[in-house]
Protein backbone atom coordinates (compact mmCIF):
# COMPACT_ATOMS: atom_id res chain seq x y z
CA UNK A 1 0.00 0.00 0.00
CA UNK A 2 1.16 3.80 -1.04
CA UNK A 3 0.50 6.47 1.27
CA UNK A 4 0.48 9.90 0.09
CA UNK A 5 1.85 13.18 1.91
CA UNK A 6 -0.77 15.94 2.46
CA UNK A 7 1.31 18.99 0.77
CA UNK A 8 0.38 22.33 3.18
CA UNK A 9 -1.13 25.43 1.39
CA UNK A 10 1.33 27.38 2.79
CA UNK A 11 4.89 26.75 2.04
CA UNK A 12 7.86 29.25 4.24
CA UNK A 13 10.50 30.13 2.43
CA UNK A 14 13.19 31.14 5.17
CA UNK A 15 16.48 32.78 5.11
CA UNK A 16 19.29 31.04 4.45
CA UNK A 17 21.76 30.77 7.61
CA UNK A 18 23.83 34.11 7.12
CA UNK A 19 21.29 35.92 5.92
CA UNK A 20 19.14 34.81 9.30
CA UNK A 21 21.86 36.42 11.69
CA UNK A 22 22.22 39.44 9.89
CA UNK A 23 18.20 40.18 9.66
CA UNK A 24 17.89 40.12 13.65
CA UNK A 25 21.14 42.42 13.97
CA UNK A 26 18.87 44.90 11.76
CA UNK A 27 15.94 46.09 13.24
CA UNK A 28 14.52 47.11 9.79
CA UNK A 29 10.92 45.98 9.45
CA UNK A 30 11.37 44.36 6.20
CA UNK A 31 14.38 42.57 6.87
CA UNK A 32 12.73 40.03 9.57
CA UNK A 33 9.96 39.33 7.22
CA UNK A 34 9.80 35.51 6.19
CA UNK A 35 7.85 35.32 2.96
CA UNK A 36 4.87 32.68 2.60
CA UNK A 37 3.52 31.40 -0.32
CA UNK A 38 0.05 30.30 -0.73
CA UNK A 39 -1.33 27.70 -3.45
CA UNK A 40 -2.85 30.91 -5.23
CA UNK A 41 -1.45 33.85 -6.43
CA UNK A 42 -1.50 35.37 -2.54
CA UNK A 43 1.30 36.40 -0.50
CA UNK A 44 1.63 37.18 2.95
CA UNK A 45 4.00 38.02 5.58
CA UNK A 46 5.21 36.20 8.43
CA UNK A 47 7.74 37.67 10.92
CA UNK A 48 9.41 34.59 13.12
CA UNK A 49 9.98 37.28 15.44
CA UNK A 50 6.38 38.30 16.36
CA UNK A 51 4.64 36.64 19.73
CA UNK A 52 2.04 35.12 17.25
CA UNK A 53 1.97 35.20 13.28
CA UNK A 54 -0.73 33.90 11.16
CA UNK A 55 -2.11 34.50 7.72
CA UNK A 56 -5.01 34.15 5.37
CA UNK A 57 -3.43 32.30 2.21
CA UNK A 58 -7.54 33.56 0.81
CA UNK A 59 -7.54 37.17 1.33
CA UNK A 60 -3.46 37.30 1.46
CA UNK A 61 -3.80 39.13 5.31
CA UNK A 62 -1.01 38.13 7.39
CA UNK A 63 -0.78 39.73 10.83
CA UNK A 64 2.11 39.66 13.35
CA UNK A 65 1.56 40.42 17.25
CA UNK A 66 4.37 42.15 19.41
CA UNK A 67 4.22 44.01 22.89
CA UNK A 68 4.44 47.19 22.31
CA UNK A 69 7.81 48.95 23.97
CA UNK A 70 5.31 50.70 26.24
CA UNK A 71 3.73 47.21 27.49
CA UNK A 72 3.26 46.56 31.07
CA UNK A 73 0.81 44.26 33.13
CA UNK A 74 -1.19 47.89 33.74
CA UNK A 75 -1.15 48.87 30.52
CA UNK A 76 -0.96 46.05 28.01
CA UNK A 77 -0.37 47.55 24.67
CA UNK A 78 0.50 45.22 21.91
CA UNK A 79 1.65 46.12 18.75
CA UNK A 80 0.29 44.47 15.10
CA UNK A 81 2.09 44.44 11.89
CA UNK A 82 1.78 42.65 8.13
CA UNK A 83 0.15 43.30 5.04
CA UNK A 84 -3.92 43.50 4.71
CA UNK A 85 -5.39 42.32 1.82
CA UNK A 86 -4.59 44.62 -0.74
CA UNK A 87 -0.96 43.77 -0.07
CA UNK A 88 0.13 47.17 2.05
CA UNK A 89 1.47 47.17 5.26
CA UNK A 90 -0.14 48.12 8.48
CA UNK A 91 1.32 48.89 11.68
CA UNK A 92 -1.35 49.82 14.94
CA UNK A 93 -1.87 49.47 18.63
CA UNK A 94 -4.25 47.50 20.72
CA UNK A 95 -4.78 48.05 24.20
CA UNK A 96 -5.34 44.24 25.68
CA UNK A 97 -7.35 45.56 28.46
CA UNK A 98 -9.84 47.55 26.17
CA UNK A 99 -11.06 44.89 24.21
CA UNK A 100 -14.47 43.64 24.38
CA UNK A 101 -15.56 40.11 22.72
CA UNK A 102 -19.02 41.00 21.77
CA UNK A 103 -17.50 43.60 19.42
CA UNK A 104 -14.23 43.14 18.38
CA UNK A 105 -11.80 41.83 15.74
CA UNK A 106 -10.13 38.53 15.42
CA UNK A 107 -6.85 40.36 15.24
CA UNK A 108 -8.18 41.25 18.59
CA UNK A 109 -9.23 38.03 20.10
CA UNK A 110 -5.71 36.74 18.91
CA UNK A 111 -4.17 39.70 21.26
CA UNK A 112 -6.44 38.14 24.14
CA UNK A 113 -4.90 34.61 23.55
CA UNK A 114 -1.43 36.38 23.68
CA UNK A 115 -2.22 38.34 26.76
CA UNK A 116 -4.11 35.61 29.15
CA UNK A 117 -0.94 33.35 27.67
CA UNK A 118 -3.57 30.95 25.71
CA UNK A 119 -1.75 31.11 22.39
CA UNK A 120 -1.42 27.37 22.11
CA UNK A 121 -2.46 25.74 18.75
CA UNK A 122 -5.13 24.18 20.04
CA UNK A 123 -6.41 27.79 21.40
CA UNK A 124 -5.53 29.05 18.13
CA UNK A 125 -8.03 26.33 16.54
CA UNK A 126 -10.55 27.20 18.73
CA UNK A 127 -10.29 30.92 17.87
CA UNK A 128 -10.44 29.77 14.06
CA UNK A 129 -13.99 28.03 14.92
CA UNK A 130 -14.81 31.44 16.64
CA UNK A 131 -13.94 32.93 13.73
CA UNK A 132 -15.91 30.16 11.11
CA UNK A 133 -18.94 30.22 13.21
CA UNK A 134 -18.92 34.70 13.14
CA UNK A 135 -19.34 33.76 9.46
CA UNK A 136 -16.31 36.90 8.85
CA UNK A 137 -13.65 36.27 6.37
CA UNK A 138 -11.83 39.16 7.37
CA UNK A 139 -9.33 39.26 10.19
CA UNK A 140 -10.08 42.89 10.48
CA UNK A 141 -13.70 42.52 10.46
CA UNK A 142 -16.04 42.70 13.72
CA UNK A 143 -18.11 40.61 14.87
CA UNK A 144 -19.96 39.25 18.24
CA UNK A 145 -17.32 36.68 19.06
CA UNK A 146 -18.63 35.41 22.44
CA UNK A 147 -22.15 35.00 20.38
CA UNK A 148 -20.47 32.77 17.97
CA UNK A 149 -18.47 31.31 21.26
CA UNK A 150 -21.81 30.00 22.67
CA UNK A 151 -22.77 28.59 18.98
CA UNK A 152 -19.87 26.52 18.93
CA UNK A 153 -20.36 25.29 22.53
CA UNK A 154 -23.80 24.61 21.67
CA UNK A 155 -22.32 22.31 18.78
CA UNK A 156 -19.89 20.62 20.86
CA UNK A 157 -22.83 19.88 22.85
CA UNK A 158 -25.09 18.49 19.97
CA UNK A 159 -22.54 16.67 19.24
CA UNK A 160 -21.75 14.89 22.42
CA UNK A 161 -18.17 15.81 21.92
CA UNK A 162 -18.01 16.09 25.36
CA UNK A 163 -13.71 17.21 25.87
CA UNK A 164 -13.70 19.42 22.93
CA UNK A 165 -16.65 21.56 24.84
CA UNK A 166 -14.60 21.31 27.87
CA UNK A 167 -11.80 22.49 26.43
CA UNK A 168 -13.12 24.95 24.42
CA UNK A 169 -15.28 26.84 27.23
CA UNK A 170 -11.92 26.49 29.86
CA UNK A 171 -10.24 28.43 26.96
CA UNK A 172 -13.39 30.83 26.16
CA UNK A 173 -13.56 30.88 30.26
CA UNK A 174 -10.20 32.37 30.54
CA UNK A 175 -10.43 35.14 27.74
CA UNK A 176 -13.52 36.36 29.54
CA UNK A 177 -12.11 36.43 32.93
CA UNK A 178 -9.72 38.41 31.58
CA UNK A 179 -12.53 40.86 30.07
CA UNK A 180 -14.69 40.50 32.75
CA UNK A 181 -17.57 39.39 31.19
CA UNK A 182 -19.61 35.87 31.14
CA UNK A 183 -21.11 34.03 29.31
CA UNK A 184 -25.12 33.28 30.84
CA UNK A 185 -27.04 30.80 28.68
CA UNK A 186 -28.75 27.51 29.29
CA UNK A 187 -25.47 25.69 27.64
CA UNK A 188 -23.49 25.79 31.15
CA UNK A 189 -26.50 25.51 34.14
CA UNK A 190 -23.58 25.05 36.73
CA UNK A 191 -22.32 28.78 36.34
CA UNK A 192 -24.31 30.99 38.49
Not at 20 to 31: G, I, M, R
Not at 107 to 133: C, F, I, Q
Not at 137 to 159: I, M
Request: glycine fraction near 6%; charged fraction near 20%.
Amino acid sequence: MQTGMIQPYIQTQGFPPSQTNSAKAESDFSQKVMTCVSAGSQNVMLRSDALMSYASPQTGESVNIYRSDRYTKENPIYLLKGLDAAGQEFSYEVDASDIDPNHCSYNEMMVLNVETGSNTPENYLHAVMMRDKAGVSSYFEQADYLSAGKSVLSDFRTLGAWDSYLSFDKWLQNLLAYTGKKIENSLMPWRK
